[in-house]
């Protein structure tokens, strides 16, 4: 075995013994608290009781009532249903704050600030708080209080601006891209907060927003745009800094080709025998490809329709030149790399008809990734006021008052 692959000795996972309170909904925030989760961090979804986080119906599809976007974005987690319009519930949540180390919150500053959960109040009564406030706009600016959506965020950011096919409309990329970056950004900020925290007891205010992240991903585009570059319009990924750099049709389906280097184009000449394209003075370097980029184009299409892609990607693959079909969901589930790195994880108790997917990170220490099932609504209510220090009666006249929270059936068990 490869020492790169080897695993190292077990040991405590890095965000064991964190507490994080988490009241945000949709998928930004569950998807930031997952990946702490997934570190080892004790995770408690603080949810309303009458219908839980906003995900949890989004759908179809549903597996036995249960949304596949919510289970997504939910494993390793436990769940406390509090009423937060009620003064007891918002007593009850800042006793659970007390115990924590981390707060995340998705709400609008304005509320936040009614109902005293806002980064300074709370940070006031728990100094060493990481609080992470996540939105669509960010806590400062003029638009600071407006709701924000990964649709509007990609609107907003120039995102959906280059993309689409050439000559058509800006399209959304159809996936919940500035939720889930937003996610990575937010945990990787809490994180780093959490080691200051450790190491001088000291805690933060994590601003992180839909429309910086889109903008981040922009980044490259933003800084060509201002150092004179046309402003982009969708091209159908065609226009990238680098040629050839986007799909092709060959006899059979379509594939990317990315040549990232001078010595790499002159490869891929040979291959799709293009000689005479490998041998022009004016196609020597990047800057003259990206100039002649149409007439490469239209030459390389032609040399690709004659084969199948399987055809073509042995002999890129043979050159070392960078190529992928372009997959459907229903191959890339089938991907045998995919398989071999257990990316897929079945949502326990749903025979493979729920999943979620791996973080994109892995720890030669954790080699075996914890995999809990979603928690139901509330299903934590119970163990966590208990801990808390609430009786079993007024853990039930809390439930009977719905200010909290629980499965019936875990009601009545408990009383």
């Known amino acids: 075995m490869s020492d790169i692959l080897r695993p190292v000795k077990a040991v405590t996972p890095p965000l064991a013994g964190i507490r994080v309170v988490d009241m945000t909904t949709s998928y930004a925030g569950p998807t930031a608290s997952m990946y702490l989760a997934d ?8 949810e309303n009781p009458l219908h839980g986080d906003d995900a949890r119906q989004w759908g179809p599809p549903f597996v036995s009532d249960a949304s596949a976007w919510f289970a997504s974005a939910n494993r390793n987690k436990a769940s406390v249903a509090i009423n ?14 007390d115990t924590a180390d981390v707060f995340l919150q998705n709400m609008n500053p304005a509320k936040l ?18 609080y992470c406030a996540m939105s669509g706009f960010g806590l400062t600016g003029p638009d600071s209080g407006l709701p924000g959506y990964d649709l509007v965020a990609q609107a907003r950011s120039g995102l959906m601006s280059v993309t ?21 950004c937010a945990a990787i900020a809490i994180n780093a907060a959490l080691v200051r925290q450790q190491r001088e007891g000291v805690g933060e205010i994590v601003d992180v927003s839909l429309l910086d992240t889109d903008l981040a991903l922009m980044a490259p585009r933003i800084a060509a745009y201002t150092a004179g570059e046309t402003e982009p319009a969708p091209s159908g990924g065609t226009d990238s800094v680098l040629a050839v750099y986007q799909p092709f049709e060959t006899r059979d389906r379509s594939i990317v080709v990315a040549i990232g280097n001078d010595a790499m184009w002159q490869r891929f000449c040979g291959v799709v025998d293009l000689p005479e394209l490998a041998a022009d003075p004016d196609l020597l370097d990047n800057a003259g490809r990206r100039l ?54 079945p949502v326990p108790g749903y025979e493979g008809e729920l999943v979620s997917l791996r973080p994109p990170f892995r720890l030669a220490s954790m080699p075996e990734l914890r995999n809990d099932p979603f928690p139901a609504l509330g ?37």
């Open 113 to 130: 600030e009614r109902m005293g959960i806002d980064g300074p109040t709370l940070l006031s009564r728990n100094p060493r708080l990481v």
């Open 164 to 184: 689409g096919a050439k000559g058509g409309t800006p399209q959304r990329v159809s996936t919940a891209l500035s939720d889930i970056a937003t996610g990575m």
């Open 39 to 46: 570190l080892g961090a004790d995770v408690i979804k603080v």
């Open 84 to 97: 937060l319009r009620d003064s007891e519930g918002k007593e009850l949540l800042l006793a659970l704050l």
């Open 379 to 415: 299903a934590d209510s119970h163990a966590l006021l208990t801990e808390l220090g609430y009786s079993a009666e007024a853990i039930h006249d809390l439930v009977q008052r719905q200010i909290v929270g629980m499965p019936h059936d875990l009601e009545r068990t408990q009383r």
């Open 292 to 345: 002649h980029r149409e007439r490469i184009t239209s030459a390389v299409a032609v040399r690709l329709a004659d084969r199948t892609a399987d055809e073509w990607l042995a002999r890129l693959s043979a050159a070392d030149v960078p190529a992928a079909p372009v997959q459907s969901l229903s191959e890339v589930v089938r991907d045998p790399q995919v398989i071999a790195r257990g990316t897929l994880l």
